[in-house]
């Protein structure tokens, strides 16, 4: 059989994914969520820390936590404690919360930012019209992970938004409830996003007793 002209494997080109490592990255742990941000306080990183802050609370995917516009996270003078968007994905509308820790970086950095509610919450450096792109939001969540000792490859955005999802089955065992904060519209997907197993049902059935 022969190859394409376009074909890498026809001009003895490596693969896309040669060396890398392929499959779900893992969620950050507790003490890994803490870490991040003392980290970019030290450093004075405000939009950064802003940014970590609402990617964990919200479990966005990349492509839409850096589209959401200063309207769509605050009302009036404050941050909103839950927000609404449309998932660029599914079309599908998902609601998260903003808890207390990040509503305070994001308003510190809001107030720096400026901008009208229909500007970027977090927009480009090159273009300021425009948001962040998805390949810098990658670029960062490694640096912040490499930042605390963690090795790059392990992780990547989606790491952030299946931390709080992953804490909250392990704390409840509620498929359901963190079916409906991702916005997937199926619960099988949701069972092969954080990887539930046999042993996860084992340790569940475990802690009850009756």
């Given at each position: 059989?022969?190859?394409?002209?376009?074909?890498p494997a026809g001009r003895n080109l490596p693969a896309w994914n040669a060396g890398r490592k392929i499959g779900p990255k893992r969620?950050?742990?507790?003490?890994?969520?803490?870490?991040?941000?003392?980290w970019?306080?030290?450093?004075?990183?405000?939009?950064?820390?802003?940014?970590?802050d609402v990617a964990v609370d919200s479990k966005l995917r990349g492509c839409d936590l850096v589209r959401l516009k200063i309207g769509d996270l605050v009302r009036g003078n404050d941050?909103?404690?839950r927000a609404l968007v449309i998932q660029r994905k599914t079309g599908r509308p998902v609601q998260f919360e903003i808890l207390e820790p990040a509503r305070t970086s994001l308003l510190k950095w809001l107030?720096?930012?400026?901008g009208t509610v229909e500007n970027f919450a977090f927009p480009s450096r090159v273009d300021h019209s425009q948001h962040l792109s998805t390949r810098q939001y990658s670029r960062l969540v490694?640096?912040?992970?490499t930042a605390i000792g963690l090795k790059a490859g392990d992780f990547g955005t989606h790491s952030l938004r299946r931390t709080k999802a992953?804490?909250?089955?392990?704390?409840?065992?509620?498929?359901?409830?963190?079916?409906?904060?991702?916005?997937?519209a199926k619960i099988e997907s949701t069972v092969r996003y954080l990887g539930v197993d046999i042993k996860d049902a084992l340790e569940l059935a475990e802690a009850v007793e009756v």
């Open positions: 059989m022969g190859y394409s002209s376009f074909d969620a950050l742990k507790q003490k890994e969520v803490w870490a991040i941000p003392f970019l306080e030290q450093e004075g990183r405000v939009r950064d820390r802003a940014l970590f941050v909103r404690c107030e720096r930012r400026g490694d640096e912040w992970v992953a804490i909250i089955y392990k704390q409840t065992g509620n498929l359901r409830a963190v079916q409906i904060l991702l916005g997937h």
